[in-house]
């Protein structure tokens, strides 16, 4: 398995840890639910980033989807929890559907295919896990 597949996968840990934490006692008056839509529009905010990888002519198209989606990833920090959660997944499965769409446009090398079924499975996965968070908070 290469490095990036690695890092792909070991970044589902703090989703873990912090949904853990969500469901613990919270030191300190930290709100428990909020490392979990911390760390979640982060990584929105960093997937939609990587659209800006290097090309030989940056395509204004994806530099608006990555902003957009990027703004929206900061707007859930300011949305109560449910409407958070909602608003990161909506935006994790768009992202996945336009880097599909953009990927069938041109022939893929063997290692983009792996790269998109990485992301399948990656996105499946946080997808899950903010159901999982919405089912556990809602009776806190």
Same mark, same amino acid.
């Given at each position: 398995?290469?490095?990036?597949?690695?890092? &792909?996968? !070991? &970044?589902?840990?703090?989703?873990?840890?912090?949904?853990?934490?969500?469901?613990?006692? $919270?030191?300190? *008056?930290?709100?428990?639910?909020?490392?979990?839509?911390?760390?979640? $529009?982060?990584?929105?905010?960093?997937?939609? &980033?990587?659209?800006?990888?290097?090309?030989?002519?940056?395509?204004?198209?994806?530099?608006?989807?990555?902003?957009?989606?990027?703004?929206?990833?900061?707007?859930?920090?300011?949305?109560?929890?449910?409407?958070?959660? $909602?608003? !990161?997944?909506? *935006?994790?499965?768009?992202?996945?559907?336009?880097?599909?769409?953009?990927?069938?446009?041109?022939?893929?090398?063997?290692?983009?295919?792996?790269?998109?079924?990485?992301?399948?499975?990656?996105?499946?996965?946080?997808?899950?896990?903010?159901?999982?968070?919405?089912?556990?908070?809602? *009776?806190?």
């Amino acid at each position: 398995m290469k490095i990036w597949q690695w890092l &792909g996968y !070991l &970044g589902l840990l703090p989703f873990i840890a912090t949904l853990v934490f969500s469901i613990q006692a $919270a030191p300190l *008056n930290i709100d428990k639910n909020m490392p979990f839509i911390a760390y979640s $529009a982060i990584i929105l905010s960093f997937m939609a &980033g990587t659209l800006w990888r290097a090309e030989t002519e940056l395509n204004k198209q994806k530099l608006i989807v990555s902003n957009t989606v990027s703004l929206l990833a900061f707007s859930a920090l300011l949305l109560p929890e449910y409407m958070a959660l $909602a608003v !990161l997944s909506a *935006n994790y499965w768009l992202l996945y559907f336009y880097e599909v769409k953009k990927s069938c446009a041109t022939k893929l090398s063997e290692t983009h295919k792996k790269y998109l079924n990485m992301r399948f499975r990656l996105t499946i996965t946080v997808l899950l896990f903010h159901i999982l968070a919405s089912v556990l908070w809602i *009776n806190t």
